[in-house]
């Protein structure tokens, strides 16, 4: 597979886009660090969390393009059982710079950390911004086909003629993405994309990696082909594969070495057609009543 022109390298996300042309990015697609303690992060109270972010979040708006979009990828900040939604941080940030948000998009997935005294979180959320209200939408890349092509008009000048779109309809700003292969997987607010454990097939040694699926619906809605697609916190490189893989130049920055070795070698084995990814299409596994996953346990059955 023939790749675009990409750079991925071990540094500062800050330092690199200072040294980029202003107006330079069509797409700033990302999920940066959480201020939760992970084994990359070091703590810090939400306040110092958010202020430090202020001058990367200034510097992409700098070489974010006139038509170019902001996907920010973002959790829960957690604090002795007390939940701070990032998201809602973040918005007054972002438009305190003008940046006009166009979705709340809410990605659901079904695995993560079992809690005890709150309900157990299974989504996170994307903003996706523009910096003016001239952006780029491929709202036919990404369309989905009706669950009714033959419903017509009851009313009006257009009464019995087919009240849809021949391409498909919208689909809307939650997408539930793997409930039906053909006809639900664009369909509603929600994105239902897996989150990658172990045993996804894109899994790398990364706590919190980022699912290509979940680029590429950006990528193919909010760019061009040829566009450049930037992630300051790349982790090893989902953004960047999402990007390559439908023909779109791309540019990451990683502070972690190792996360960058990786990243690399997963844009190798894309250029070799040996990357494993999970396909935009392929339905969420429902354990069957015959696995043995989804029977209940015999302790379980002796203690009721």
């Known amino acids: 597979m023939k790749l675009l022109n990409y750079r991925y390298e071990c540094t500062d996300a800050l330092e690199f886009m200072k040294k980029m042309p202003e ?3 069509k797409l700033i697609i990302t999920s940066p660090p959480y201020n939760v303690g992970k084994e990359y992060e070091t703590r810090a109270k939400i306040e110092e969390y958010l202020e430090n972010m202020k001058p990367i979040i200034s510097e992409m708006y700098r070489i974010l393009s006139d038509d170019g979009s902001v996907c920010w990828q973002v959790g829960n900040y957690v604090d002795h059982g007390e939940i701070f939604p990032l998201d809602i941080y973040y918005y007054f940030m972002f438009k305190e710079l003008g940046l006009k948000l166009r979705n709340r998009i809410i990605w659901h997935f079904g695995h993560g950390l079992h809690c005890k005294n709150r309900f157990s979180g299974r989504y996170e959320t994307i ?3 523009t910096k003016s209200d001239q952006y780029t939408f491929n709202l036919d890349d990404v369309r989905i086909p009706s669950k009714y092509p033959g419903k017509r008009s009851y009313k009006g000048d257009k009464k019995g ?3 849809g779109n021949r391409l498909g309809k919208n689909p809307e700003d939650v997408w539930e993405l793997t409930l039906d292969r053909l006809y639900d997987d664009w369909d509603s607010l929600v994105w239902d994309i897996p989150n990658v454990k172990s045993n996804h097939p894109e899994k790398e040694e990364h706590p919190c990696q980022f699912p290509i699926e979940l680029v590429e619906r950006c990528v193919l809605a909010l760019t061009d082909e040829g566009d ?6 790349a982790g090893v490189g989902s953004a960047l594969l999402g990007a390559l893989k439908n023909n779109r ?3 990451g920055t990683e502070l972690e070495s190792q996360y960058v070795k990786i990243g690399l070698s997963r ?3 894309l ?3 040996m990357l494993k990814v ?3 299409y392929q339905k969420i596994h429902t354990p069957k009543g015959n696995e043995k996953v989804s029977q209940i346990p015999d302790e379980w059955k002796v203690a009721q």
């Open 23 to 25: 107006h330079s990015v």
């Open 127 to 129: 903003l996706w911004f």
């Open 161 to 163: 003629q087919p009240s």
């Open 228 to 233: 450049l697609v930037y992630d300051p916190f």
């Open 249 to 251: 130049r791309a540019y």
């Open 267 to 269: 844009i190798d084995r």
């Open 271 to 273: 250029k070799n057609n």
């Open 278 to 280: 999970r396909p935009i």
